[in-house]
């Protein structure tokens, strides 16, 4: 890994580091730093983290303390760690580009598969390292053979990339799709899991779900799904966009065929970096779509991998951006967010007017909250809240649950909650 340290350069404050920014560009800011951000040191996590301790987790990111992006379930700031391991590699390649000098990129691009794979408990040869979700759950159904008379099993309130993908795979290959209807408020695990069960038939070869909505953040019991699919020998596709490092997963408890993830979400890494796990028994019953040069070094990689020529300093920083939130505690983590969620439903419930959709019930999901915000406009009140509140948010604004979404990580504050709360609750009253 290459980085700089600011000791090297000599730290700059804010205010300098504003000032070398306007003055001379981004050049003379690079120049004088060394590409690396002041702040202060990560101090190790307490038994029990308090507001002090968070404060320092925010410091490591470069946002400014006044704005509170309530997004993750969309992308999320990486820490300046993993922004100096970016652009302190890209600059090592750009400053010698010869194979000899960019042999360490290949390494840095297997040490991030084994960091995945530690991170996810599996072993880096079933880790593909792809662009994204979208990519994962495409390589997935373009790539298992299925053909006329198979089933794949669908939960409708799936993301496109594992919805829209297989349906319109379905017209070529000739498989039929079937779909288990999402319920709104979350029913419950016992719910789905008998929706689930009642939707299988003898033709079924695959059920694709996703563990955490990013419509309304509704929790899926993925373990128990993959183990009714598994005892049926069907194949089980995860999307876990939306728990890949917010939960703290572990596959080789939920033994899925197929898991994929974004670094660019819950990971705080960098974009178009993202995973598809490949369990070792499923390997002989997917093809590769991307036939090409520079395959990985371990296992499915070496076939299913060759992507030909990557981003190697951007996914060095996924490594960096996992090695942060494990430093941290992926408990406490999932803790953190989970508690500014819950401080959003409890606050939301008591305004007049508001229609949450996301399960009050702490269990059926973790960090995404949606809700109608009675009459008011939808786009003016998430273009309100980011202007004069410095609040951002996502909207929905079709006929199925539209309203505000917001989503908290662990870089969020109680303070940014509290306004995001407050905010709501003056355009209820007085419109905008
Ligand atoms: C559940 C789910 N799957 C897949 C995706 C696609 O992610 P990406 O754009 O990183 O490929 C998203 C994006 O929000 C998502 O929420």
Known sequence: MHTESPQKHGRLNRRE??????AGGSAALFAR???????????????TPDEKFWSNVREQFVMPPGLGVLNAANLCPSPASVLEAMYGNTRDMDQDPSFQNRVKMAEGKENTRR????????TPEEIVIARNTSEGNNLVSSGVDLKAGDEVL??????????????????RW????????QVNPHPGFEYYLEAFAKALTARTKM?????????VGDLFPANELCRMARERGILTLVDGAQSFGLLDVDLGDMQPDFYTGSGHKWPCGPKEVGVLYIN??????????????????????????????????????????????????????????RSLTQMLIQGLRKLDGVKLWTSQ????????????????????????????????????????????????????????????????????????
């Open 280 to 337: 070792k028994s499923a390997q002989p019953k997917i093809w590769a779509s991307i036939i090409s040069a520079m395959p990985g070094a371990v296992g499915i990689s070496k076939t299913f991998e060759a992507f030909g020529q990557r981003d190697e300093p951007a996914i060095i920083g996924l490594a960096e951006a996992l090695k942060f939130q494990t430093r941290i505690g992926r408990p406490a983590i999932e803790a953190r967010a």
């Open 174 to 181: 000739g498989f039929t799709i079937r779909t288990v209807e």
């Open 33 to 47: 730093v060394g590409l690396s951000w002041p702040r202060a040191a990560l101090p190790a996590t307490p038994n």
């Open 115 to 122: 960091v995945l794979a530690q991170f996810l408990r599996v």
């Open 361 to 432: 019930a702490p269990s059926r999901g973790a960090a995404v909250v949606s809700f109608l915000p009675g009459n008011l406009d939808i786009p003016r009140l998430s273009t309100a809240l980011y202007r004069e509140h410095k609040i951002g948010c996502a909207t929905r604004t079709e006929a199925d649950r539209p309203g505000i979404r917001f989503s908290p990580h662990f870089y969020n504050t109680p303070a940014e909650i509290e306004r995001a709360l407050a905010a709501v609750k003056k355009y209820l009253a007085v419109g905008i």
């Open 207 to 215: 059920l694709a779900f996703t563990h955490m909505t990013s419509t």
């Open 154 to 171: 669908l939960f409708s309130d799936n993301h496109p990339s594992n919805l829209a993908a297989w349906k319109e795979k379905s017209k």
């Open 17 to 22: 580091f504003a000032r070398v920014f306007t």
